[in-house]
């Protein structure tokens, strides 16, 4: 079930940013990652202005990609961290975009705090 939440700092429009197509292979990816069955990895992307963001101490534009992945269990550290190098890697990818500007969150496991249909996932 892992719900993943794209933040993208462009002047483009999501549609501009990445294609329907490229958003599908984006979940596709993302769902090997993760080893979710088919409808099982969701991903919702939304465009930030670069006039809505800025870092300290930095004058030149940068264009980072804000990553939230909710998962219904979180992996041990060791698997985490190789998980999320290649969640980075796959963003990276789909958006053109260096690695090293894709920031990567997970939040803590959903199991008992997340309901679909209005059911409580308790499993």
Known sequence: MPIVDLELVTAASAAEALSADG???????????????PQGTWVRVRCLDPIHYAENA???????????????????PEVLAAEMRRVAAAVAAALARPVENVHVLYQPQAI??????GELLKE
């Open 23 to 37: 958003l599908r292979d984006l979940a596709d990816s993302l769902g090997e990652i993760f080893a979710s069955p």
């Open 112 to 117: 008992g705090r997340i309901g679909f249909g």
């Open 58 to 76: 930095r004058d030149q534009p940068v264009f980072p990609v804000f990553v939230t992945v909710l998962k219904s269990r979180v992996p041990d």
